[in-house]
């Protein structure tokens, strides 16, 4: 077992042996015009059946309401008003002026350095439709991975995180493992999309995967015959990237800075931090306010990260309790 | 639209109806693009725009015309352009009168027909006279024949009889079009705007300088509409005035310019240029009309002189080779070559009179391909009522849509107004393949024709309409097959043999390769034309579209390029095939200055090479590519030879863009703001209050709202507007039965702002019902600041949105009201589309009432509000006005000479 939190390569914690460049998604919600493309072409591939009741929310366009079993990307619409979009662009400068993670020696020139670029603000508009596709995080930590207790959850060679439908037990402790709310079960509740134009009007098929843990795969199947994964190659507006995380990191990295230098100091990223509580993400993200407006965590911790200091308090707590028995005990003799 | 330095989408949601185009959108923005959306609602097209602006539904001309206002009062358009591209040096004949001479009327109109004769507009010759349309059907100096109506021109409606213009090059004289232009729009200002539109100073200012400083040498503009500019009783004019903007700002024919006009769905422009219009044959060649076009020489008279400039002076070679695609060895200079084949129109029969025909009984059959009138078209109610009226009905479609089920699940079943067991009816079901299913071309939005591979076979019974009008085609051949009737001679001399593949199903190359044409004769008998410019009137070449020649030359389905644009120059020909001769760019000699120099090294397309002696550049030049820039050939010479070398807009009769439209457009030959046929605001600018021309059907299944001015106006006192959202298509027959859009938006709602609901009660996510004069429907809340309360004239406006989606039955996996019942038929008489994003409403709470309940409540509205037959059609608000006395309106007459 490799490490439990901070930096690392997840591959190779997970013994790969091999120097297959993780994979990952970088999504900048700032070009997002929230078509949902990503969620269809997402369901069409992995065949997942539809999700709901068929109802409105009544929560702007958004329809889908979360990640789940059947919905593993989800787009936000967040409708707000300008005092929300100044505190989101204070928010925002605050968080880059006070120095985001760097990577590389700190001697090195930073083409992101912003302290000598007029960051200005254009006029702030009066309101603002937000809007973001949300996916699985393929954590460096992947609290559900680390709590599966039948080795259904695996860490690939491209550094994403898959279960394996015929393995898993449906025991459901992945679902509480991850700090995002991403992982579920799939109930038999809804009914699955026939697959052939003659099925149409036939009996629905039945829902595959009734009762196992399901989330994105990144498109597993496809990262194995070279494809990008089908939501990233729907997106219209390249709003979804994909390659090399590291690749994504940098290219996330550029994009805050370049609309920083015009002045829209709300963007900042989620997830390229690899000191947070899950070891940075694979999916990185470029958000335009706090997470928690996206219905994200602000500060997500893979509960397997204190996995050591609860061992240690545990060993603390059982030497104590030997100590405390040895005590009464020796005590008693006295 | 990469290249664009501004773009402002104004009667479009791009993002959301066309996403996959929006990525140019997106290029351009990230090269540094400044993105305006003009629109009645906040949608995600004004979420990734550098501004939105909100303006009133349907007052669009006003802020069009305060901008051409603008940049002539500015001092900001591009003389040279203008002065040598456009006509506006061009003088207009002295009988014209303007909308600001009458109360708002141009001169010529008659009320008696509804309709304008267009002579006064005309261009002035040296005489004195006006140069008149050609043909045997115009009269010189008439002042009461009726013109030819919308439906009688193709694209090569607007003719001259020859180009011998008469110019004033300083553009002082007051009969210059420039003049006539800066006055018609003189009172079109930021105030007007202000009161019209709702839009405030600062941002119509915003606005003016963000396209005034992106526009000239350096940079240019680009403009994007769709529906939501076309679906208003004066619809074309809306296109027209962002084009006499454009004009003036130099942004046609250059990188980055132009007007994108975004089509609904894939091949819609396929579906023009090979048309399911009534009016028009392929290539924009009209249908000829009876009594108008008799002979193939008045027909041919008709569309263009052969004295007038450019290339519709070859029509007689485009249709003489469509004659011989068709009708092969039957079609002979000795009849013709077969133009008495050709059936006649005897007046429009766009698919709202076609409907109105089928309720008077006089239309038995009817074939609805991939189209669900019962949802999508406008006054669902009327659609439905008129095809219980018919003897059969072909539904061809993927699913059991709405207008394959109305008879036994329609709206009309449950309010009691029609029984199943009345209705005679007999409707077939004919199910169709589905777009992975069959091959052929999609042509988009920019002219591209794209190839489609067949993916897979059809399940079933499924068939592409290739091989369903193929085969309906060889049966009534068959069952003809002896006749020796006259009338059954077109259908049996047509040229009817494609290649079939085991199902039956013909090749769509073949077909291709017959619309690109082939020599006849000669030693290259049977070999594929390359260029539209090889089409001869003599019958030795054939072709099914003219500007689609070329698009299989050397046998070569150039359709299916698909190189990438990395691997290719900047205008990437070979991906796709673009007609007309694969130009990614129409008009690009304008993107030279008259001298053939690039107007700047930035906006470098198209130049004259000296040293050549042709032009070169980055695309096909769309001019006769040896024609020097100083050349000024005698314009009597007509058609293509006619073409100076500063005449960029070869398809243009003067091959100038025109500011002023002498002929061409039957309710006007300027953009002027009239209000929809349903407003609560008055106009303003005129007390002429709807388009006079426009075009009414006073029937009590067709009442409308009164206007402002009138009683009973706050009855309906809402204005709502209708539109699509991403996740759905249409009428919802490609994605209603689809579980995975389906769940993306699952029911229909309204779109209201806090303030109007709090107005009238409405609960965020509850039920609301609408009524209109023509039904009542129910739709849910959707409360939100996306929809912006606008003052206009003092009073504030309330704008609701209408998805129209949805519609009533059982098949799809999600149903509900259709928004396009609430609309009624006023047509734009041009191009006889509906008027379907503006109309008037009332709102209130909960849901609406079921079976006869709901009549009852449609019936006290309209009660309650005094509508009658006669409400708001009416072509003249004002006859006093316009200097038509009492006893013209019932005489008819000239309204020319008024105060």
Redesign the interface.
């Known amino acids: 077992m490799g490490q439990l939190s901070g930096p690392t390569d997840p591959t190779v914690d997970a013994h790969w042996e091999h120097n297959h460049p993780r994979q990952g998604f970088f999504t900048d919600t700032s070009?997002?015009?929230?078509?949902?493309?990503c969620?269809?072409a997402c369901?069409?591939w992995n065949h997942n059946?539809?999700?709901?009741n068929?109802?409105?929310l009544?929560s702007?366009?958004d329809?889908?309401g979360a990640l789940g079993a059947s919905t593993w990307r989800h787009v936000a619409f967040v409708?707000q008003?300008q005092e929300r979009i100044a505190e989101a662009r204070e928010s925002g400068r605050a968080l880059v002026n006070l120095g985001m993670p760097r990577i590389g020696p700190p001697s090195e020139p930073d083409p992101l350095d912003l302290s000598e670029v007029d960051t200005t603000p254009p006029d702030t508009?009066d309101?603002?439709?937000?809007?973001s596709s949300d996916v699985c995080k393929h954590c460096t930590h992947a609290g559900c991975l680390d709590v599966c207790p039948t080795g259904a959850l695996f860490r690939t060679e491209f550094g994403t995180v898959v279960v394996q439908d015929d393995v898993c037990n449906g025991c459901g402790t992945c679902v509480a493992g991850c700090p995002f709310g991403v992982i579920e079960r799939r109930s038999d509740g809804t009914?699955a999309?026939a697959a052939?134009?003659?099925e149409?009007?036939a009996e629905h098929p039945a829902v595959p995967n009734v009762g196992v843990a399901q989330k994105c795969t990144l498109c597993y199947d496809r990262l194995l015959t070279d494809e990008t994964p089908a939501c990233a190659k729907a997106c219209?507006?390249?709003s979804i990237k994909f390659g090399d995380h590291e690749d994504m990191v940098q290219t996330a990295r550029e994009r805050v800075a370049e609309l920083h230098a015009k002045g829209l100091t709300e963007a900042r990223l989620y997830g390229a931090n690899e000191l947070d509580g899950v070891g940075g993400t694979g999916s990185v993200f470029l958000l335009l306010d706090e997470p928690e407006v996206y219905g994200l965590p602000p500060d997500p911790r893979v509960p397997t990260a204190d996995l050591p200091r609860m061992y240690r308090r545990a060993g603390v707590a059982v030497a104590g309790m030997l100590a405390a028995a040895a005590v009464a005990f020796l005590g008693g003799r006295a | 639209m990469a290249n664009a330095d501004c773009i402002i989408i104004q009667g479009s949601n791009m993002a959301e109806c066309h996403p996959v185009g929006f990525q140019w959108v997106a290029e351009a923005k990230a090269r540094g693009a400044k993105v305006i959306h003009v629109d009645p609602r906040f949608t995600r097209t004004s979420a990734v725009a550098d501004k939105h602006i909100p303006i009133r539904a349907g007052s669009d001309v006003v802020l069009l015309g305060a901008l051409i206002n603008y940049v002539i009062s500015h001092d900001l358009w591009f003389k040279e352009y203008v002065t040598a591209y456009t006509n506006a040096a061009t003088l207009v004949h002295e009988d014209f009168r303007d909308t600001e001479d009458l109360g708002g009327l141009f001169s010529g109109f008659d009320p008696k027909t509804g309709a304008y004769d267009t002579a006064s507009w005309s261009y002035a010759e040296e005489t004195g006279d006006v140069i008149d349309e050609p043909g045997p059907g115009a009269e010189h100096g008439s002042g009461t024949s009726a013109r030819a109506a919308g439906d009688q021109f193709g694209s090569g409606g607007p003719s001259l009889e020859h180009a011998q213009v008469h110019r004033d090059d300083t553009l002082q004289d007051p009969r210059s079009v420039f003049q006539i232009v800066k006055r018609h729009y003189s009172r079109y200002t930021p105030e007007m705007v202000r009161d019209m539109c709702g839009i405030d100073a600062a941002d119509f200012e915003y606005l003016a300088r963000t396209i005034t400083e992106n526009s000239g040498r350096e940079r240019t503009t680009c403009f994007a509409y769709a529906v939501g500019w076309t679906q208003h009783s004066l619809g074309t004019q809306f296109i027209r005035a962002a084009a006499i903007l454009q004009l003036l700002l130099g942004n046609v024919g250059r990188p980055g310019g132009g007007i994108m006009a975004l089509r609904g769905h894939a091949s819609i422009q396929g579906s023009t240029d090979i048309p399911t219009l009534f009016n028009l044959l392929p290539g924009y060649l009209p249908v000829p009309s009876a009594g108008r076009h008799d002979t193939l020489s008045k027909y041919l008279d008709a569309i263009a002189s052969k004295k007038q400039k450019g290339y519709w002076a070859n029509a007689d070679a485009y249709t003489i080779s469509l004659l011989k695609a068709w009708w092969g060895d039957a079609a002979r200079a000795e009849n013709d070559w077969a133009y008495d084949y050709l059936p006649r129109l005897t007046g429009a029969h766009g698919t709202y009179e076609t409907v109105m025909g089928m309720l008077e009984d006089k239309i038995e059959g009817y074939f609805l391909l991939g189209q669900n009138p019962a949802v999508g078209s406008a006054h669902g109610r009327m659609q439905r009522m008129g095809m219980s009226h018919l003897k059969w009905l072909v539904v061809r479609d993927l699913n059991l849509i709405e207008s394959a089920t109305w008879w036994k699940e329609g709206p009309e079943i449950e309010s009691g107004e029609l029984r199943t067991e009345d209705i005679e009816t007999e409707v077939f079901f004919m199910p169709a393949a589905t777009h992975v299913e069959k091959a052929g071309s999609f042509t988009q939005t920019q002219r591209l024709l794209q190839w489609r591979h067949q993916a897979v076979a059809p399940p079933g019974e499924c068939q592409s309409e290739l091989q369903f009008f193929y085969e309906l085609g060889k049966r009534i051949r068959a069952k003809l097959a002896g006749s020796d009737d006259e009338r059954d001679r077109p259908l049996l001399d047509l040229t009817w043999d494609y290649p079939t593949d085991e199902h039956g199903d013909p090749d769509a190359e073949a077909v291709l390769a017959e619309i690109n044409g082939r020599y006849l004769y000669g030693p290259d008998a049977g070999k594929p034309l390359s260029a539209f410019t090889q089409l001869r009137p003599d019958g030795s070449t054939s072709a099914g579209c003219w500007i689609y020649t070329g698009v299989y030359a050397d046998g070569i389905n150039h359709a299916a390029s698909r190189k990438p644009g990395r691997e290719q120059g900047p205008a990437a020909p070979e991906w796709g095939w673009a007609w007309p001769a694969n130009r990614r760019i129409l008009y690009n000699r304008a993107s030279a200055d008259p001298e053939g120099k690039p107007w700047s090294e930035r906006k470098k397309y198209i130049w004259w090479d000296q040293e050549q002696g042709r032009w070169v550049g980055d695309d096909v030049p769309d001019f006769p590519v040896d024609r020097a820039p100083g050349s000024h050939p005698d314009p009597d010479l007509g058609g293509p030879a006619a073409l100076s070398g500063d005449d960029p807009f070869i398809m243009q009769a003067d091959g100038k863009g025109w500011l002023f439209a002498p002929t061409g457009l039957v309710d006007g030959p300027l953009p002027t703001h009239y209000e929809a046929q349903e407003s609560p605001v008055a106009n303003a600018l005129y007390r002429q209050q709807q388009s006079p021309a426009r075009l009414v059907f006073p029937r009590a299944d067709n009442l409308s709202a009164p206007s402002a001015g009138t009683s009973g106006v706050d009855v309906y006192p809402f204005v709502f507007t209708t539109y699509r959202l991403t996740e759905h298509h249409t009428a919802g027959g490609m994605s209603r039965w689809l579980p995975y859009l389906s769940e993306l938006q699952p029911e229909m709602f309204c779109e209201v702002s806090p303030e109007l609901a709090a107005e009238r009660g409405l609960e965020p996510n509850g039920w609301a019902t609408i009524i209109s004069p023509r039904s009542a429907i129910e739709a849910r809340v959707l409360v939100t600041e996306r929809m912006t309360p606008l003052v206009v004239g003092g009073h504030t406006v309330h704008q609701i949105g209408l998805p129209y989606h949805w519609g009533v039955g059982s098949n799809a996996v999600v149903s509900g009201d259709a928004a396009n019942d609430l609309l009624g038929v006023t047509l734009d008489p041009n191009v006889q589309i509906q008027e379907s994003k503006v109309a008037s409403c009332d709102i209130r709470p909960g849901r609406r009432p079921r079976g006869a309940d709901l009549l009852a409540l449609v019936a006290e509205y309209q009660a309650r509000s005094g509508t009658t037959i006669a409400t708001g059609n009416s072509a003249v608000t004002d006859p006093a006005a316009e200097g038509i006395g009492a006893e013209d309106t019932g005489e008819g007459g000239s309204a020319e000479g008024g105060p």
Not at chain 1, 31 to 37: D, E, H, P, R, Y
Not at chain 1, 127 to 131: A, K, P, T
Request: net charge negative; aromatic share 8%.
């Open positions: 070009i997002c015009i929230g078509c949902k493309a969620e269809v369901k069409e059946p539809r999700d709901g068929l109802e409105l009544g702007s366009y329809n889908t409708e008003g508009p309101f603002r439709w937000l809007m009914a999309v052939q134009r003659e149409q009007h219209p507006t390249t």
